[in-house]
């Protein structure tokens, strides 16, 4: 079955405490991104990745970090998470013809920084 | 910088009743665009999506969208909805810029 995994999908950590979240995608996907979701904000673009090794900015990348070693793989790393980094976060992968090409998501981690 | 505007945060409907869900993108260029939906607890799934040709659109489950290019709108429609159609709706805009730009969301609550 095609699908994007995360894990976790629900993680509670205290500030300042490393985390990582992983993301998986079994559809020989190229591109990659990084969302998360606001109440009031809907979704805005951390990262995105356009191949392996390959990664870019998205609207609002500060305090998170991401890498592309493998096609499927994108990780989502938080060095030093703050309480404003709460928020429920996505992966989506899609084709390379990314302009033309459906965004699948992931189920989303919901993540709480207290 | 591109962006999509969702104006209607909160839409209630009885069932039977019409929708349409306002979407305005700001991109004056090509751009394509997708309707998102997000049903309680899930991720997000594609209603539907306009690349070029006919400007309406047909997506899944009774919905269609309109693209105005002179309005630089896509509106979403669907002519009876069902409770079971209570879900944040989200427009989505691709443009040159290799990101997609999502709106605010729309919550749509169909009381039965």
């Known amino acids: 079955e095609a699908q994007v995994t995360q894990n976790p999908r629900y993680l509670i950590t205290v500030t300042g405490k490393k985390l990582t979240v992983t993301c998986s995608q079994n559809?020989?996907?190229?591109?990659m991104s990084w969302y998360r979701q606001d109440p009031g904000l809907g979704l805005r673009q951390i990262y995105y990745?356009?191949?392996?090794?390959?990664?870019d900015k998205g609207d609002v990348p500060e305090g998170y970090k991401v890498s592309r070693k493998e096609k499927r793989n994108f990780p989502l790393i938080l060095e030093s998470p703050s309480p404003n980094q709460t928020s429920l976060y996505f992966c989506?992968?899609?084709?390379?013809?990314?302009?033309?090409?459906?965004?699948?998501f992931g189920p989303g981690t919901r993540l709480t920084v207290l | 910088a591109q962006s999509v505007s969702q104006h209607n945060h909160h839409v209630i409907l009885s069932e039977a009743a019409s929708l349409e869900l306002g979407c305005n993108y700001s991109?004056?260029?090509?751009?394509?665009l997708f309707w998102y939906v997000q049903y309680p607890g899930q991720h997000l799934q594609l209603l539907l999506k306009?690349?070029?040709?006919?400007?309406l659109v047909k997506g899944i489950k009774g919905f269609e969208a309109e693209f105005i290019k002179s309005k630089f709108s896509f509106n979403l429609r669907k002519p009876s909805v069902q409770w079971s159609d209570t879900a944040e709706y989200f427009c989505a805009a691709y443009g040159s810029a290799r990101q997609l730009t999502f709106g605010s969301g729309t919550q749509l609550t169909v009381l039965p």
């Open positions: 990745s356009m191949n392996v090794e390959v990664t």
């Open positions: 306009y690349f070029s040709g006919d400007p």
């Open positions: 991109y004056g260029g090509t751009v394509n």
């Open positions: 989506a992968s899609s084709g390379i013809a990314e302009y033309t090409d459906t965004q699948y």
């Open positions: 559809m020989n996907h190229e591109y």
